[in-house]
């Protein structure tokens, strides 16, 4: 099986683990990430942080949002700029309008100002030990940790149920691995 196909396979796998998830637990995940991904961004002194806006069964980001605002650490959320390019970070505050972009993802509106974090909280499909991740098959990702590893260090965090651990991940050249995992269990450190 080619790369491909085994990526879309796992992903279909994964993404039905993941849809079995209760909302009880979603929402419990959710308070976890903003404690313990808040608490990380604190102690590392991080300025600014870029958070997914978590959509369908994907771990609530909102409470992380909060949280990160509360300790004074800005917040970006990511903007589609079309396929085969990285993603915009724009900065955003709860309060903010936001735009629907592409897929229903809300994002800030085209006048916020583009910035670069040295924090991304990065969401996925599947992920194992090593750091690496199955996104969602677009690339948006891995170009955008590409691009901000090339300006300054910048330190990745996938957040995921521990449901989508996976082994065997195939990855190819132009995947970025990941530094930490967050999942409703544990943090793991993957460099």
């Not at 404690?35 to 959509?55: C, D, P, T, Y």
């Not at 996104?135 to 330190?155: N, V």
Request: with cysteine.
């Amino acid at each position: 099986m080619d790369s491909v196909s085994a990526k879309a396979a796992l992903r279909k796998d994964v993404l039905a683990r993941r849809s079995h998830i209760t909302e009880t637990e979603q929402q419990a995940f959710g308070q976890r990430l903003a404690a313990v991904g808040a608490g990380f961004a604190a102690e590392k002194r991080a300025s600014l942080a870029s958070v997914f806006w978590s959509i369908g069964d994907e771990p609530p980001t909102l409470p992380l949002l909060q949280n990160l605002a509360r300790q004074g650490i800005a917040t970006a959320l990511p903007v589609i700029l079309g396929r085969g390019k990285p993603l915009a970070l724009r900065l955003w505050k709860e309060g903010e309008p936001l735009a629907q972009g592409q897929w229903g993802i809300r994002e800030p509106v085209a006048e916020a100002e583009e910035v670069f974090p040295d924090l991304l909280f990065v969401p996925l499909v599947a992920y194992d030990r090593s750091g690496n991740r199955l996104g969602y098959g677009a690339g948006y990702y891995d170009r955008t940790l590409a691009r901000l590893r090339s300006m300054k260090p910048i330190i990745a965090i996938g957040v995921a149920y521990a449901a989508q651990e996976a082994e065997g991940i195939p990855v190819d050249a132009t995947d970025e691995k990941l530094d930490y995992v967050l999942n409703d269990r544990e943090w793991i450190v993957c460099r």
